[in-house]
């Protein structure tokens, strides 16, 4: 069976505080995919980034970065410098190669304050 | 990159009447689409899983003549909430499948009165 794990349902930082948000799977295959979304208040799912399990490198965008380690079967989102336009739930998810659904972590509810 | 537009986006309706959403996939086709819906402050719950052409599957615990979905052409799905109840109030959300990824419509927040 699959599964995501989010542990950190609620973070509140200040504004350019750096800050990372945790996300543990769980899977016996061996291809599969990760992700990460961002749900702002409007209630849209946003795509942020999308990891092959083939591909540990770590991967930088902007402010944003992901830390994909399979030892700890961990795919960890850090937001530098982060602004109130970052506030949002994020959702880490899982696809398996070949399966239809992904499987999503419960999110993680991210506040901002300037 | 591929769109996928959610309609409507805000509904009102009457207990006991019908509403339909749609989930149409822009720029590509999408032989397959999900429907999701999700309760303040938790994450998303698959309903079902639409196939064009062909019968939804639905997820346990889910009625399916309660939730019809429809998938008549590569770039439409359709959610239809039948004989609404207060209950049925929520925030339903559909996606469609890439060949890698999963793009999600905007999402329709349903109030039931």
């Known amino acids: 069976a699959q599964k995501v794990t989010q542990a950190q349902t609620e973070i509140s930082v200040v504004e350019k505080e750096d800050v990372t948000l945790d996300c543990v799977y769980e899977?016996?295959?061996?291809?599969?995919?990760l992700f990460w979304y961002k749900q702002p208040p409007s209630g849209e799912l946003v795509f942020l980034i999308r990891?092959?399990?083939?591909?540990?490198q770590n991967e930088i965008s902007g402010r944003y970065s992901w830390n994909f380690q399979k030892s700890t079967s961990s795919f960890n989102f850090t937001i530098t410098a982060s602004q109130v336009v970052d506030s949002a739930v994020y959702f880490c998810?899982?696809?398996?190669?070949?399966?239809?659904?992904?499987?999503f972590g419960q999110g993680t509810r991210l506040t901002i304050n300037p | 990159g591929a769109v996928v537009s959610q309609h409507p986006s805000r509904v009102i309706c009457k207990s006991g009447t019908s509403v339909k959403i749609e989930c149409r996939s822009l720029?590509?086709?999408?032989?397959?689409m999900f429907w999701y819906r999700q309760f303040p402050k938790q994450s998303l719950m698959l309903m079902a899983t639409?196939?064009?052409?062909?019968?939804?599957?639905?997820e346990q615990g889910v009625e399916k003549d309660k939730f019809l979905i429809n998938h008549a052409s590569l770039t439409l799905s359709t959610l239809t909430v039948t004989s609404a109840h207060p209950e049925d109030s929520s925030f339903y959300i559909c996606?469609?499948?890439?060949?890698?990824?999963?793009?999600f419509g905007q999402g329709t927040r349903l109030t039931v009165v």
């Open positions: 996606s469609a499948r890439g060949p890698h990824e999963a793009f």
């Open positions: 899977t016996r295959d061996t291809t599969y995919y």
């Open positions: 990891r092959n399990s083939f591909d540990e």
């Open positions: 998810a899982l696809l398996i190669q070949g399966a239809q659904k992904l499987v």
């Open positions: 720029d590509f086709q999408a032989t397959t």
């Open positions: 639409s196939n064009e052409g062909s019968k939804a599957t639905y």
